[in-house]
């Protein structure tokens, strides 16, 4: 148990710093923005590229881990669309933010430190993986959804939706930090070690300092009023999500695909089980969403305290 605390005690330490920090004034939310900014748009895109560029093609190409993981995501995605669009009767546009809620996960700011505490180097691959999933499918699905619940005119909103998309993609310095990564491991070239020093220093800062601006941005978040939505996404992004993506590992290969072996296996359940991530009620806001968005934020994030020690000593018992 002393291993297991020793990997998520100093998550949840930093998470906590950063909380303190704004709560008593060292730091303001507007800080936390600011800090966020850096590392969405420099640290973290820094880190992906060195991961990547520095491994042999053969490492980084692992359709058994793309197809485990967003086999066991799409599973949890549509179940949670069914049960809060069908059964619930809620609109469209609610249910596809709750589904997101269940299925989006923190990747960056504490999939990535879980991951390099628990697996080492191969962190990066995992994360660069993880986000390819959430980018390039649940996102652009999800908020898809939520256009044409808003709007009632699907046709117009699927083009719209789609240019939208692609817009994002090509504006987003993560998704071009991952193709120009793939793309030097796939034409072998050597950095020049300045360079490749100065990528890595940027990356080196990532880990604690997106742990401590999610303590900060959880601070004066709200969960009264909204514990039907807020619990249905705890369990969803908990407990269903690292199952099915458990289950996707497990049952997959039984149809002939790819199975998923050693620490990527590890990487895979974990990184399902990673709190709801930090921009949900920013995303969530485009369609006054933002309440429960943010109260599901602050439930799976302190929640997952006793939920990632509980994965991580199942996988490693």
């Given amino acids: ?14 998470i906590a710093l950063g909380y303190a920090c704004v709560r008593f004034g060292v730091f303001t939310g507007a800080d936390m923005r600011v800090l966020g900014r850096f590392v969405i748009q420099i640290a973290l895109p820094a880190l992906l590229f060195n991961a ?6 053969g490492e980084l190409l692992q359709p058994a881990y793309l197809l485990a993981f967003g086999v066991g995501s799409m599973a949890v995605l549509l179940l949670g669309l069914w049960q809060a669009h069908r059964l619930q009767r809620r609109g469209l546009t609610e249910s596809a933010y709750i589904a997101m809620g269940m299925t989006c996960s923190n990747s960056a700011y504490i999939g990535y430190p879980v991951l390099l505490l628990t697996i080492g180097p191969l962190a990066g691959v995992a994360l660069a993986m993880n986000l390819l999933v959430e980018n390039l499918l649940k996102l652009p699905l999800l908020m898809t959804l939520a256009d044409i619940g808003a709007s009632g005119t699907a046709r117009t909103t699927w083009r719209a939706a789609l240019r939208q998309t692609l817009q994002r993609l090509v504006r987003n310095p993560m998704i071009a930090a991952i193709v120009l990564g793939f793309a030097v491991a796939l034409l072998k070239w050597p950095l020049p070690p300045v360079l490749s020093r100065t990528i890595h220093l940027f990356g080196a800062a990532s880990g604690g300092l997106a742990l401590f601006i999610i303590g900060g941005t959880l601070v004066g978040l709200q969960v ?31 149809a002939g695909l790819p199975a998923l072996s050693g620490d990527l296996r590890l990487a895979a359940v974990l990184s399902a089980a990673i709190p709801t991530f930090g921009v949900y009620p920013l995303i969530a806001q485009r369609h006054g969403h933002e309440g429960f968005s943010a109260a599901a934020l602050l439930a799976t994030t302190a929640a997952s305290f006793v939920t990632l020690s509980a994965v991580l000593w199942l996988l490693q018992g």
């Fill in 52 to 57: 990547l560029a520095s491994r042999p093609l």
């Fill in 224 to 254: 009264r009023g909204l514990r039907r939505r807020v619990s249905e996404i705890t369990i969803g992004k908990l407990v269903l999500h690292p199952l099915a993506v458990w289950a996707a590992i497990v049952l997959l290969p039984l």
């Fill in 1 to 14: 148990m002393l291993d297991i605390l020793s990997i998520t005690g100093p998550i949840y330490l930093c």
